[in-house]
């Protein structure tokens, strides 16, 4: 225990008094700490430390855990708040400051049953306190009581200085529920108090987005522009609004910024390390049924044993998903880091020698970029998790294709863009899809041509719903079939569609289905109507994989690119249009053309698949002689 000078201990068998004075004080509380810190019982003298402890003001109490310094034992100090707190309950005035103190320090060593009660006495005798009411809203929400969080926070006592935080935690809550109207119109309330907010900025727009309301970045915030609204947006939603390379890049440096900061010390040497093979590591928190692992398994799976050894960090949920169970048995070695902090979970990877680091989260929900930051590794890649930017000085190779990202535009991103193969995305072959689904049992009409489109509804802008619109217009006999998001983003659709002259009925929302059903339901349709500026990319390749003819709108970003580079790779090349009215015009003629949707849904089988995008034996030796390649020239072979 730190202290700044020799401090009188409690003998075992008797307590120390004083003689009133602040340095006997002062001395007799140091002595009390040391006792407490030595794990020595004091149950004995619980009556005379309450009638010592009366005399000593709370701030003594400050001033003796100050002198401990940072590295008092917790336990000990929890003791000493408790028993000032029972000497002086209804006689100090600072008696909420001390609860208050008491819920930190139990939070801190996970006891939240009684930082939660510490909270609780904190509001009852200082109902104003809005840092106890948020603290104890977040302990019920880690508990798993998010709807009592919400009251915590409602019924707080909320000044002016102190009621945008209380709204702030109850948008979050609001939003993980799903209540995202009610999410919208707080943080709303937020902004217009105080615009100067960046992480409510991208969490409104992101709201608007998910549930279709558009303009999803309107000008109704005073003294913030639309297009600054945009530059203000996330990482993610800015995908969707823009695909300006520059302003996403910037958009993702922004939250690095914000939500990172530079490691005091590199872990990992500059060069990767002599091994016989290459030591490489993928770390994420979507080891389990998600979109990335079910498009990269089979890559660990395949990765050739001679020349690499494959290392997973894993933060990921335990879902119990045969998927997940699937990932973890495909890495030679894997670590669970979800409860690690950073730097001991960039200390596990630096451990482990890891030559190559590849981050499959980007800057998504779950992101471990901040363990990148202690450089672990002397190669760090980020892939599939964001498609677009991630500007951290740790990063070295943003991993694309050629396709998604040309010669030309290169110098906009950052990291460094690395072709990693022919095609930028892995893909699994041992994928099970469900048995094949009538028209009628996928709630489909027999006689009209189903556009489909199943990407999440953040990504359906006002421009791509209106050339929706278009489309039906012009297909007559055509439908949109979409998968059900939420409520609030079905119900502006469909209103949407009635202002844009088309019937309700013409709109047909499914709702989710398991994996197997869901590439069955893809079998259904006829075209797959993409979404830009953010493109489908795993739905994407899904629909290629069911033989789904696909139309997408290119554009410059890599997000915008996904399906280009699909199609490409498959050869259809009709499908890629580069402006709104030649993506309505291709929509439009295949729907009215039988011989020309023929001709053009010929080319998608499954010969092409197997040859091109799922390839996956493919893919990974041109992925693995990439890696080869980069770490050769590393070392200097």
């Excluded at 030559?355 to 998504?364: K, R």
Aim: net charge negative.
């Amino acid at each position: 225990m730190g202290s700044l000078q020799p401090k009188p201990a409690v003998p075992d068998g008797q307590m120390a008094t004083f003689a009133g004075s602040a340095a006997d004080q002062a001395g007799w509380l140091d002595g009390l700490v040391e006792t407490l810190a030595s794990g020595k019982s004091v149950a004995r003298h619980d009556a005379e430390i309450g009638l010592q402890l009366k005399d000593i003001s709370f701030n003594a109490i400050l001033l003796t855990l100050e002198r401990a310094g940072p590295d008092f034992d917790a336990p000990a100090a929890i003791a000493l708040y408790q028993h000032w707190i029972a000497a002086n309950t209804g006689a100090s005035p600072l008696l909420y400051a001390a609860w208050f103190n008491l819920g930190v320090l139990f939070a801190g060593v996970g006891n939240r049953t009684n930082a939660a009660i510490a909270y609780g006495n904190t509001l009852a005798l200082r109902p104003d306190m809005h840092a106890a009411a948020i603290n104890l809203g977040l302990l019920l929400e880690a508990t798993g009581q998010p709807e009592q969080a919400l009251a915590t926070w409602q019924r707080a006592v909320q000044p002016d200085e102190t009621r945008l935080a209380l709204q702030i935690q109850q948008g979050r809550v609001l939003e993980k529920l799903g209540r995202l109207e009610e999410a919208e119109k707080l943080l709303h309330q937020v902004l217009l108090t105080d615009p100067a907010q960046p992480d409510v900025l991208h969490h409104w727009v992101h709201l608007r987005q998910k549930t279709c309301q558009w303009p999803a970045a309107p000008s109704n915030i005073p003294d913030i522009p639309s297009a600054q609204l945009v530059r203000s947006s996330g990482p993610l939603g800015i995908l969707a609004l823009t695909d300006d390379i520059d302003l996403q890049r910037d958009a993702a440096g922004a939250w690095v910024s914000r939500k990172t900061e530079p490691a005091p010390r590199r872990l990992a040497p500059l060069k990767p390390y002599p091994h016989q093979r290459i030591r490489i590591g993928y770390i994420s928190s979507d080891f389990c049924s998600h979109a990335m692992s079910y498009l990269i398994t089979e890559l660990f799976e395949r990765h050739d044993r001679r020349r690499f050894e494959v290392f997973g960090y894993c933060s990921s949920r335990e879902d119990g998903s045969e998927l997940r169970k699937r990932v973890l048995a495909a890495f030679d070695h894997h670590h669970i880091i979800r409860e690690l902090a950073d730097e001991p979970a960039a200390q596990i990877i630096r451990d482990d020698e890891i030559d190559v680091l590849v981050d499959l989260n980007g800057i998504t929900d779950g992101s471990r970029l901040a363990v990148l930051r202690w450089r672990p590794a002397p190669i760090q890649a980020t892939y599939l998790g964001l498609i677009g930017p991630v500007p951290m000085p740790e990063l070295d190779y943003l991993l694309c294709d050629r396709v998604v990202i040309p010669p030309e535009h290169e110098a906009a991103y950052q990291p460094t863009p690395l072709p990693i193969a022919r095609i930028y995305q892995a893909n699994d072959s041992k994928r099970t899809i469900g048995r094949p689904l009538s028209r009628a049992e996928a709630g489909l009409p027999q006689d009209s041509f189903v556009f489909c489109c199943f990407s999440k509804h953040y990504k359906i802008t006002e421009e791509m719903f209106a050339a929706w619109m278009s489309i039906l217009r012009q297909a007559d006999r055509a439908v949109l079939w979409l998968t059900q998001d939420n409520a609030y983003s079905q119900a502006n659709m469909l209103a949407a569609a009635s202002r844009a002259g088309i019937e309700q009925e013409r709109l047909i929302f499914s709702e989710r289905a398991d994996p197997d059903l869901y590439l069955s339901r893809l079998g259904a349709a006829d075209l797959f109507l993409d979404t830009s500026p953010y493109n489908a990319g795993t739905v994407a390749s899904d629909a290629i994989r069911m033989r789904l003819p696909l139309v997408t709108l290119c554009g410059r970003s890599f997000a915008s690119r996904m399906a280009t580079s699909l199609l490409h790779a498959v050869g259809a090349l009709d499908g890629i249009t580069t402006t709104l009215a030649k993506y309505v015009s291709t929509a439009v003629r295949l729907a009215s053309d039988p011989t020309a949707y023929r001709q053009y849904k010929a080319l998608f089988t499954e010969q092409a698949w197997h040859q091109t995008i799922g390839d996956i034996a493919g893919f990974t030796r041109e992925y693995e002689a990439t890696w080869s390649r980069i770490v050769g020239e590393m070392r200097g072979i």
